[in-house]
């Protein structure tokens, strides 16, 4: 796989080369919303789903009294940009 350089907008990342970078962070891809992807880290996890205009993620128990924390990042954010903010974690 050989990415666009880390500074290009995710949305000039065609759509393949999006799923083999989120499968090379660990993250999988969910069998009944093609679209959402699952991580798990040592102290948190995640939902990340490939939405119309950006990518969303939810961290499953990781706010105050155990709620979710929702972010979402714009697709014209840079690759690593999103990566820093999404896979550090909440």
Partial sequence: ??????????????LNQIEQWLQAHGCEQDQNDLHC????????????????????VRYLGAGEGGRDVVRS???SLSREDIEAAVFSGP
Avoid: G, Q
Avoid at 4 to 11: C, E, R
Avoid at 37 to 56: F, G, Q, T, Y
């Fill in 1 to 14: 796989m050989t990415l666009p350089t880390a500074d290009t907008p995710l949305y000039n990342h065609p």
């Fill in 37 to 56: 992807w699952h991580i798990e880290r040592a102290k948190w996890k995640a939902e990340l789903c490939l939405e119309v205009e950006e990518l969303a």
């Fill in 73 to 75: 990042f714009k697709y």
